[in-house]
């Protein structure tokens, strides 16, 4: 227990200075990108004076044009980075275009008092004779060169590019930001729906189980000792699948219809002959089509439940599926009886199918109820380019 303290210590220590060295990095990385920028455009501004001097008759040498363009780029480059600090300080001043302008005139007006403090620094460590006109004219000659070096142009060009630098910063992290923010709203949103999910075939399956129990006690009370062992042999295959597919969002509608089919042969224990299901439509096709698993024995169960436990006779239960255009339909129909609630698709697995519906394709799939001529109908339409695994 102490080692692993001890580590986790060491660990949030070495954290920060990770984090230090590699933003030391990163500056030396863009200090040293800076001045390879710098040093190129200075070449290249002195190839280009030097061509320019060369076509006017001129026999320049190269070197001296480089070092008056060095010191220009260097001065640039101080002004660079005064601007990206003045930037980093007060982001405010790049947020609007008004603020812009004014920043680039207090810039400009920090600018003059740097070169007139040079021009005096220099007058006071040349010249000890007293201030006369060829003096002022010398000290007026330097403001000009040392202006040359700062010229409003290249000020403002630089200030501009840093400004778009720093928005296009700017944009990045809000798209980030975006992006992060949508990505932990989609992610908290698919938990929530995995948990509802979860929630109803938790809800789902022990149902299944209580009414397939409910069957083999029929079977246990009625002395039918041999059709309790099949229901309970039956009842462990149904549950065996129950767990795979609890672990699935898709199955395909073939195995869905085995497990139905299954689940028929265990309530056919119970109820006999008495217990008449018909199904049409299931084509190759339509095998094929994934689904989400648990969905279809519900309603089948409903139907069984709320047919033959009302009255003594067979039932008439019929289950039709067929494709339009990309939607596949299944009705399923079972006949009502006068000791019968009118209202039998109020319990737990219509509500349970809609709420997997909604959560498994949207508002694109739909459930329906209805009853016409004394039969009670469910109608469900599930599109099939939803359907992913």
Known sequence: MSNTSTSTTKNKEAAPKS???????????????QILGWAAF??????????????????PDYMPIFWEWSYRAMAMAVISVAIWLGFERWPQVYASG?????????????????????????????????????????????IN??????QITSVAAIYLAVAAIKLWQQNQDRRRRWEQDRADLLGMKLELEQQKMLALRSQLEPHFMFNALNAISA???????DHALDGINGLSELLRYAL???EKNWV????????????????????????????????????????????????IENAIRHDLDTHQDASDIHLQMQIEE????????????????????????????????????????QLQTSIVDQRFHVHLQIPLHSTSE
């Open 145 to 150: 060169r040392l202006a040359s070096l700062l």
């Open 19 to 33: 984090t230090a060295f590699a933003l030391w990095q990163r500056r030396l990385i863009l200090a040293f990108a």
């Open 42 to 59: 200075a070449a290249i501004a002195a190839l280009t004076s030097l061509n320019d001097d060369l076509r006017a008759g001129f026999d």
């Open 326 to 365: 990309d939607t596949l339909h299944i009705y399923l129909s079972n006949p009502l009886h006068t000791e019968q609630s009118t209202n039998p698709g109020a319990g737990t697995g219509l509500r349970n199918t809609t709420a997997r519906l909604q959560m498994a394709y949207g508002p694109s799939a």
């Open 219 to 225: 079977l246990v009370m009625q002395n039918n000792r």
């Open 98 to 142: 008004k603020n812009l302008i004014l920043g680039f005139l207090v810039l400009m007006l920090c600018l003059l008092p740097l070169q007139l403090l040079f021009v005096f620094k220099d007058f006071f460590l040349n010249h000890e004779s007293i201030l006369n006109w060829t003096t002022v004219a010398k000290q007026i000659t330097v």
């Open 244 to 246: 795979t597919a609890s």
């Open 252 to 299: 395909s509608l073939e195995e869905e219809m085995q497990f139905v089919d299954d689940y028929l042969q265990l309530q056919k224990l119970r109820y006999g002959d008495r217990l008449q299901f018909h199904c049409e439509g299931l084509s190759a096709e339509i095998k094929q089509i994934q689904y989400p698993p648990l969905l279809l024995q519900p309603l």
